[in-house]
């Protein structure tokens, strides 16, 4: 019995890594946007545009992502979200202009979706009433963990070697 509780919090502890990295990609546009806009020549609302549509795109895919989510199974549909929002991330490196990088985040946005519909309802059927705040507590420690990494990280790797690196090695 030992083990199995240990293999639980295990998972919460996962679940968070995987959050922490969701918020990490989500923000490199961020820490990355002064050259980004200085190789594209983007003007304040495109980048703004950039910096939005993640999130528009993001908050829509909520409720469909919670409809698969309690379809299919879970296992798989969060680890295809993860290849495609890792995907997503590293492509950006290859970005060619404006437009690509726009799809790109709403392509970001669509894989991340699944990320905490998929991470609740794992801690909800593995925990027991009694252990939820504190998984959830693990858990939400990701999203706070994973900006202060990345933009720590990101904006040590942009100013060493450029906006593109950080794409490329959290995808």
């Not at 983007?42 to 895919?61: E, I, N, R």
């Amino acid at each position: 019995m030992v083990i199995r509780r240990t293999s639980v919090w295990m998972v919460s502890i996962v679940l968070a890594l995987g959050v922490a990295v969701n918020y990490i990609d989500r923000g490199n546009v961020s820490v990355a946007a002064p050259l980004i806009q200085k190789d594209f020549g983007l003007d304040p609302v495109q980048l703004g545009g950039l910096f939005s549509a993640f999130f528009a795109a993001y908050a829509v895919m909520q409720i469909p992502a919670g409809v698969l989510v309690d379809r299919l199974n879970l296992k798989w549909l969060y680890a295809g979200a993860f290849v495609l929002w890792s995907g997503s991330t590293a492509a950006t490196a290859l970005a060619g202009g404006f437009i690509s990088l726009l799809l790109l985040r709403v392509v970001l946005s669509v894989g991340e979706s699944v990320s905490m519909p998929a991470s609740f309802k794992i801690l909800a059927s593995r925990f027991r009433e009694d252990e939820r705040g504190v998984a959830n507590g693990i858990l939400d420690s990701g999203n706070k963990f994973g900006p202060a990494i990345g933009t720590l990280m990101g904006g040590l790797f942009v100013a060493r070697y450029g906006w593109r690196l950080p794409f490329l090695a959290t995808g």
